[in-house]
């Protein structure tokens, strides 16, 4: 339990140094180095959860995490209060998703996991109905292939943590496979 605080504590660190414009690489890397050792200590883990940890996956829920705390993080504290003509409400929704989901990422069982993943794979969603599709492909032009990368990393790891998968429900459909799940379903945390 120690341990876990002690990383705890140096990813919060990180990301508030990140939030006070501090984006040096130190800061990014201590952030995912301190991020990928809560996982790995398991906080807040099922007893039973003793298999190995794909470090792969966790590279990528870290920065998932660091991402969605970063900018969800200044929506929250801002109650609302957005630069962009949002309904003020919703600013402040998206930001608490942004910053529940991010948490949920890095600490706690596969069943959190799925539920953080889920709530920003539904940012990301919104995100690119709203604002980002019509800016095309670009991210130079205000496009939405960021947004998209950030919705389909979510999604694998909600997948990956054990929800339903409707690309793979989508394609077994289209491609007469007689299946509607697929193996990235059926993998257990």
Same mark, same amino acid.
């Given at each position: 339990?120690?341990?876990?605080?002690?990383?705890?504590v140096?990813?919060?660190?990180?990301?508030?140094?990140?939030?006070?414009?501090?984006?040096?690489?130190?800061?990014?890397a201590?952030?995912?180095?301190s991020?990928?050792?809560?996982?790995?200590?398991?906080?807040?883990?099922?007893?039973?959860?003793?298999?190995?940890?794909?470090?792969?996956?966790?590279?990528?829920?870290?920065?998932l995490?660091?991402i969605?705390?970063?900018?969800g993080?200044?929506?929250?504290?801002?109650?609302?209060?957005?630069?962009?003509?949002?309904?003020?409400?919703?600013?402040?929704? *998206?930001?608490?998703?942004?910053?529940?989901?991010?948490?949920?990422?890095?600490?706690?069982?596969?069943?959190?996991?799925?539920?953080?993943?889920?709530?920003? *794979?539904?940012?990301?969603?919104?995100?690119?109905?709203?604002?980002?599709?019509?800016?095309?492909?670009?991210?130079?032009?205000?496009?939405?292939? $960021?947004?998209?990368?950030?919705?389909l990393?979510?999604?694998?790891? $909600?997948?990956?943590?054990?929800?339903?998968?409707?690309?793979c429900?989508?394609?077994?459909?289209?491609?007469?496979?007689?299946?509607?799940d697929?193996?990235?379903?059926?993998?257990?945390?």
């Open positions: 339990m120690k341990k876990s605080l002690v990383w705890l140096l990813f919060l660190g990180s990301l508030w140094f990140l939030m006070e414009g501090n984006s040096d690489l130190l800061f990014v201590l952030g995912l180095f991020g990928a050792a809560l996982i790995y200590t398991r906080a807040g883990a099922d007893p039973q959860d003793k298999g190995p940890l794909c470090k792969t996956e966790v590279a990528a829920r870290v920065m995490a660091l969605f705390l970063y900018h993080f200044p929506k929250v504290m801002a109650m609302g209060e957005n630069p962009m003509s949002v309904n003020k409400n919703l600013w402040l929704l *998206v930001g608490l998703a942004e910053v529940v989901g991010g948490f949920l990422m890095v600490i706690g069982p596969a069943r959190f996991r799925k539920w953080g993943a889920l709530f920003l *794979v539904v940012v990301m969603a919104g995100a690119l109905g709203m604002v980002h599709l019509r800016g095309g492909f670009s991210m130079m032009n205000g496009g939405f292939e $960021y947004q998209l990368l950030l919705l990393l979510a999604h694998s790891i $909600y997948v990956g943590a054990g929800g339903y998968c409707p690309i429900a989508i394609c077994g459909r289209l491609f007469g496979s007689g299946r509607r697929c193996a990235c379903s059926e993998k257990e945390d």
